[in-house]
């Protein structure tokens, strides 16, 4: 299965600033996606990452707020703008390999952020 | 929005116990997987079972799938301290053009040694 690198794992930023988190993966993927995780939930996904062409955003989120890019298949950032307290989660991104069975996903380590 | 419901929310037992967690989904699934979690960390994928199997095996992994419930189960035999962690359901609906995976709200598991 495919491995992600994400970075950065962790970052504390001031309200009003913009943090982007990067997803490498160390093989081609069709389909890379964005979660975001709100202390002690689930995951939540934010949009799915589609090389070629604009992210495709769950209800709730909007490119504004959440720009994406993935300019090739082993590449995705995630911007998370304008940030206010309400935006400290851990974010990671997922990528889809193709099997028999189905898709298998693999996750980045997560991005850990607290905004102050 | 939440497909899968996780019970118990948190469970505690000692090594060596049996743990059970239950999901259950609402809409019709191409399969379920369950994921690991440790301390907020990067998700680990542990297994996946199709719509048309029953139930499936990995080590000390055991998972059913009751579609007519939408209901599914992961047992893990002889629990063990490093087995503390989140435990999540996600099912996986996919065709078109559209392929995600939706996750529960997960159970948090404490092994204790």
């Known amino acids: 299965s495919a491995v992600i690198s994400q970075k950065p794992s962790r970052d504390i930023c001031q309200r009003g600033t913009s943090l982007t988190i990067q997803c490498q993966v160390d093989?081609?993927?069709?389909?890379m996606f964005w979660y975001r995780q709100q202390p002690g939930q689930s995951l939540t996904l934010i949009a799915t990452a589609n090389q070629g062409s604009e992210a495709t955003y769950e209800s709730g989120f909007v490119i504004d707020k959440f720009p994406i890019s993935r300019p090739n298949l082993t590449f995705s950032t995630l911007t998370v703008s304008n940030m206010s307290p309400e935006d400290s989660s851990i974010y990671l991104c997922s990528a889809a390999t193709g099997t028999s069975s189905g898709y298998g996903y693999t996750f980045g380590s997560g991005t850990r952020l607290t905004v102050v | 929005s939440q497909q899968g419901e996780e019970d118990p929310q948190a469970l505690s037992i000692q090594e060596g116990e049996n743990a059970t967690m239950n999901c259950s989904y609402k809409?019709?699934?191409?399969?379920l997987q369950w994921y690991r979690q440790n301390s907020g960390r990067g998700l680990v994928h542990l297994i996946l079972?199709?719509?048309?199997?029953r139930e499936k095996h990995s080590g000390r992994l055991r998972v059913t799938l009751d579609t007519s419930k939408k209901s599914s189960s992961l047992l893990i035999t002889a629990s063990r301290a490093a087995d503390t962690a989140s435990y999540f359901c996600a099912t996986d609906v996919w065709g078109g053009s559209n392929y995600k995976l939706t996750f529960g709200k997960g159970t948090l598991l404490t092994v204790n040694p």
């Open positions: 093989s081609q993927v069709t389909m």
């Open positions: 079972i199709r719509s048309n199997e």
């Open positions: 809409t019709s699934i191409n399969n």
